[in-house]
């Protein structure tokens, strides 16, 4: 058997393959390596010839699932178990029977020490998460290893050392890590800046995990590109611009010499560059790189909360200005001013209303402003409020509001929705103005307006009273009498219908309560009709007293034009008048027919006809079209269906 070199790869003996060999029973791969060394390739040659001792550890060693390694002799000849080849990488199995300085020589100058002082003392040396620079994959890695060093005795002598080891690499690195993800959280959350949060990021990654972080620096994106805030220890030389501004423009991490370059975010934009640099001795695939994603993640939700907190307070400052500049407009405005909630408390009211009511905040805010309204004008007010608040409508009020000394002034308010978040209705924004000197001359106005409409009514009674007096006791003459008092009465109604709105003397407007359309025409073209000379046809509706002024007013300027220039000016002239309700939309159509011939337009539109049109036009946004042909005028008007409710 000796001399004879065995296939390693071959499986491992059940039992003893020569005298001396049982010790390899059950020793898997490592039993097989061990069974070919020989002395051309171990400085202990064969298995077989190895002392007692020797072959009486490997017994224990070879089968323990333990990583245990054995380093025997003054070289230090290196016998391991299968469960140590892992932690040595491709170390194995070349390492297997040779001297540990040829295979661990990058570590010499550390596990060397190591082994000569437990072979001179003889003492057991115990080390926990001891850090090693291995090359076990073709590059130096950091790794860490608990570790178990015993003498092992021969002849009074230390022969060999059993090394116990249990890699803990990973568990190290996680808890570093773990450290530095605190700490950098800690340090963001205390930061009140951008900056300083970069910078304090940077201070801690570097204080509690510098392994990690050789080197740092962090970019910000601003309006003059890419500038450090924050740095950490000595970066490569080199030109990083191009990498920085693809890592800035794609948002994707990339790979720089000595380096990874991550993008910082704020929000879903790229605010601006990490720059971290890498241990040599660790691979940046697998949880190297994502614990540096992970930073970089910290770092971005720091610059995305600050940012919104900036924003924030700019807002808040901007809304805090634009308040003052409200309130100082507010309170010098020559108008009282107030504003409401959704819900329709007042939560506002200038200084001007409290001077002008004698009311305090106290007093005023909530419902409290409703106690200034006259008591005859106060339920209207509210009814008002409360349904342009429920349909977050603008409204327009008049009412009589208390002054500080007592007295009442008539007062127009108007208001319209404020809109908040998304276009929500936020509450009402309005003013208070003094109507009184407008309300004093409408009622002069007004009681002119009565005595001009008591004389002119009392002309036309007078003149149907002298016809009819004068036709006393003749047949004929009574006739015509007759007919004249009545065209008078109708045109006193007329006249009533094309007065401006003025109220009665008993206070209230003209009633008009159950006027329809065609109720309208026949009234005022009664005067003019003379038997069948006047018709009226087609759809009929209700008329609301807005609209009755402005028809009247259109219709009694067509009846007098027809009758001075028009069909009405002859004998066999006639006057046909249809309605139409179409789309929400009135039509009227005034047809003359046998009257003079027309040449055209007229030369110049006459002042009745302006302000008749400009009366349909403003009071219930109707129009009217005037067709001036040769046979006689046809007049198209409309009117929405809203503006004859008025």
Not at 214 to 232: F, N
Request: hydrophobic letters at 45%; charged letters at 20%; one cysteine or more.
């Amino acid at each position: 058997m000796r001399g004879e070199r065995q296939d390693p790869s071959s499986s491992p003996p059940s039992g003893p393959t020569a005298p001396g060999l049982g010790f390899l029973h059950g020793a898997g791969e490592a039993g097989a390596l061990i069974q070919a060394l020989d002395g051309t390739n171990s400085p202990l040659g064969l298995a077989e010839g190895w002392s007692a001792t020797l072959r009486c550890v490997m017994g224990i060693v070879l089968p323990s699932r333990a990583q245990i390694a054995v380093f025997w002799g003054l070289d230090y000849v290196a016998l391991y178990n299968e469960a140590y080849a892992p932690s040595i990488g491709t170390k194995h199995p070349r390492a297997m029977g040779r001297p540990a300085r040829e295979s661990w020589g990058e570590l010499w100058d550390v596990l060397g020490p190591l082994l000569d002082g437990v072979r001179e003392t003889g003492e057991t040396l115990h080390a926990h998460d001891a850090r090693f620079l291995i090359d076990r994959h073709g590059y130096l890695e950091e790794v860490f290893f608990d570790i178990s060093y015993s003498a092992v005795h021969e002849d009074g002598a230390v022969a060999g050392i059993v090394c116990v080891v249990a890699e803990t690499t990973g568990r190290v690195l996680a808890d570093r890590r773990l450290r530095g993800l605190r700490a950098t959280g800690l340090s963001l959350a205390n930061a009140g800046r951008v900056e300083e949060a970069c910078a304090a990021a940077l201070s801690a990654m570097a204080a509690e995990n510098p392994a990690d972080l050789p080197w740092g620096r962090i970019l910000l994106d601003g309006e003059a590109g890419l500038s450090t805030v924050a740095s950490h220890g000595a970066a490569p030389e080199g030109d990083l611009a191009d990498v920085q501004a693809a890592v800035l423009r794609a948002g994707v991490a990339r790979v720089v010499p000595g380096g990874l370059a991550l993008p910082l975010m704020a929000g879903a934009e790229v605010a601006g560059v990490f720059l971290a640099g890498l241990n040599p001795n660790l691979r940046v695939e697998g949880e190297y790189g994502s614990y540096l994603g992970l930073v970089a993640g910290q770092i971005s939700l720091a610059i995305t909360r600050l940012r919104q907190q900036e924003e924030e307070r700019r807002a808040a400052a901007r809304l805090r200005e634009s308040e003052a500049r409200f309130r100082n407009m507010a309170d010098h405005a020559p108008v009282l001013v107030w504003m409401t909630e959704p819900d329709g408390r007042c939560v506002y009211l200038s200084q001007r209303w409290y001077a002008f009511t004698g009311q305090t905040p106290e007093t005023g805010l909530g419902d409290g402003w409703l106690d200034a309204v006259h008591p005859e004008d106060r339920a209207h007010a509210k009814a008002v409020f409360a349904r342009a608040t429920a349909t977050a409508s603008e409204f327009q009020i008049e009412y009589r509001l208390r002054r500080a000394d007592g007295a009442y002034v008539w007062m127009i308010d108007a208001a319209a929705p404020r809109l908040g978040e998304e276009g929500r209705f936020a509450g009402f924004i309005g003013s208070v103005l003094d109507i009184g000197d407008r309300r004093r001359a409408e009622e002069a106005r007004d009681l002119l307006a009565r005595e001009l409409s008591h004389r002119i009514k009392n002309i036309f009674m007078v003149t149907g009273g002298l016809a009819a007096l004068s036709a006393r006791g003749d047949a004929a003459a009574e006739a015509f009498a007759a007919r004249l008092q009545a065209r008078l009465r109708a045109l006193s109604l007329a006249h009533d219908l094309v007065r401006p709105e003025v109220p009665e003397a008993g206070g209230g407007p003209l009633s008009l309560r159950g006027l329809t359309l065609h109720g309208l025409l026949q009234a005022l073209l009664e005067p003019y009709a003379d038997g069948e000379r006047v018709g009226v046809e087609g759809a009929d509706c209700p008329v609301g007293y807005a609209a009755a002024n402005a028809l009247a007013l259109v219709l009694h300027e067509q009846a007098t034009n027809a009758v001075k220039y028009g069909a009405l000016s002859a004998p066999a002239g006639r006057v046909r008048i249809t309605t139409r309700l179409e789309d929400g939309v009135l039509r009227l159509e005034w047809r003359e027919t046998g009257g003079p011939r027309l040449g055209g337009p007229p030369t110049r539109r006459g002042f009745g006809t302006m302000l008749a049109a400009r009366s349909l036009a403003g009071q219930v946004q109707g129009r009217m079209v005037h067709d001036w042909r040769p046979e006689g005028l046809v007049m198209q008007l409309e009117v929405p269906r809203a503006g004859l409710e008025r």
